[in-house]
């Protein structure tokens, strides 16, 4: 599979790296092992899983190295994560780029570098796997190669896990997964005073088209929404089934209205679909949606809560509307 | 030297067999083992022995199977 490399979309590449949630966790072993074999084979005295993010490379799994995390100024990784090829320093104090780098004048001394992005399936570097010497080197074809192999098992073990967090039949976050994630975008909204909204969206008469056309037609509808939703979305907000018909949206870096349009626009779009049920045969359906925007010092329930109120808001005065809480 | 390789992974993952794996994991197995080839067909240029060659596939592989179990109870606890 070939996959373009997003190099110049750091908003889409952020969102990717805190969609694995992996930042600020503890040790786990599939992480120790792969650099427990970078070491052993590439016979470094130094590497990392290096993961990149806003201000700071933070080391999933190290070793030889005396801290978890610097920041991306100084970053080695910062520089592997730009481009699509490994990034190889031979000799830092000789290159310009680095002969004033404090990680090379002083503790740890570095001196030769290979780091090979961490790319995910959509062609975002999150970070790297490195390699480091405190001795010139020439890293020769096949170890980049070992290399390149192992960063991709890095990746395999982050995917793995973003698998159990999708809903089977429409490809939507788990709730629990949903739930985890937005948890830490409301986190990060507080902290670096960005806008952020919440839907809750459901399916209008439901159980009428169940009773109806049958649980299989119910879930083609159900999967109909979904997709309409994914495609709707940006790589920077995260959509889930909250269960049964209903889904909830975290709409990142966002306010009311803008909220409110996106909600508005699949709202027109699905009550316009006419949604195949088999047999040549089409039914329509609505949906009908809350929206709260992020309050100083709110945290997931209360602004869950408010969203809830006007879905219900919206069923109680028609359906297949969005109302929204205004602040 | 491809099929040395190729020899290596099936016999790393031959346990794979013995998992009633779900759909939804199929390519990322596949995708596991095409990177576990890669591995073992560079470690191989490296001129590493078979044995040395099969223990690194065999750590490689096993915290990934691991994980693998994980997700297939949790897949199947959410179904």
């Known amino acids: 599979m070939t996959t373009h490399t997003k190099l110049n979309d750091e908003a889409g590449r952020l969102s990717a790296l805190h969609r694995y949630d992996v930042l600020d966790t503890p040790e786990e072993q599939p992480f120790e092992n792969v650099v427990n074999l970078v070491q052993q084979t590439l016979q470094v005295p130094m590497c990392a899983v290096s993961l990149v993010d806003e201000h700071r490379q933070w080391f999933k799994a190290r070793r030889g190295l005396g801290v978890c995390e610097t920041g991306r100024d100084i970053s080695f990784c910062t520089h592997a994560i730009q481009q699509t090829d490994p990034f190889i320093v031979n000799n830092a104090e000789e290159d310009p780029l680095f002969m004033n780098n404090p990680l090379v004048t002083e503790d740890p001394h570095i001196r030769s570098y290979l780091g090979i992005p961490l790319q995910t399936p959509e062609g975002y570097n999150i970070g790297s796997l490195c390699g480091i010497d405190i001795k010139p080197r020439d890293f020769q074809p096949h170890e980049v190669e070992i290399m390149k192999s192992f960063a991709r098992i890095v990746v395999d073990e982050l995917e793995l896990r973003q698998i159990a967090s999708s809903d089977a039949l429409t490809g939507a976050m788990t709730r629990r997964a949903w739930c985890e994630i937005a948890e830490g975008e409301i986190k990060r909204a507080h902290r670096y005073k960005r806008k952020l909204s919440l839907a809750i969206l459901d399916i209008d008469h439901f159980k009428h088209v169940n009773d109806t056309y049958g649980h299989p037609v119910g879930d083609r509808v159900i999967q109909f929404l979904a997709n309409l939703c994914i495609d709707e979305k940006r790589e920077s907000d995260f959509f889930g089934r909250y269960g049964g018909e209903e889904f909830v949206f975290l709409i990142t870096e966002t306010g009311e209205e803008e909220s409110k349009n996106l909600l508005e626009r699949i709202r027109k779009n699905f009550q316009d679909s006419p949604i195949p049920i088999g047999g040549g045969e089409t039914i329509h359906c609505s949906i009908s949606a809350g929206i709260a925007s992020l309050r100083e010092k709110e945290f997931l329930p209360p602004l869950l809560e408010r969203a809830d109120q006007r879905l219900y808001q919206a069923k109680e005065t028609g359906r297949n509307r969005v109302v929204v809480y205004s602040n | ?79």
Not at chain 2, 23 to 44: F, G, M, P, T
Not at chain 2, 62 to 70: G, P
């Open chain 2, 1 to 79: 030297m491809p099929e040395r390789a190729n020899e290596l992974v099936q016999k790393t993952t031959a346990s794979l067999n013995d998992l009633r794996t779900p759909v939804a994991l199929r390519r990322s197995i596949e995708q596991h083992q095409d990177n576990l080839l890669s591995l073992a067909k560079a470690l191989l240029v490296a001129g590493k022995s078979e044995q040395e060659i099969l223990e690194i596939l065999d750590s490689a592989f096993s915290s990934y199977k691991k994980e693998l179990t994980k997700t297939i109870v949790t897949l199947g606890n959410e179904q």
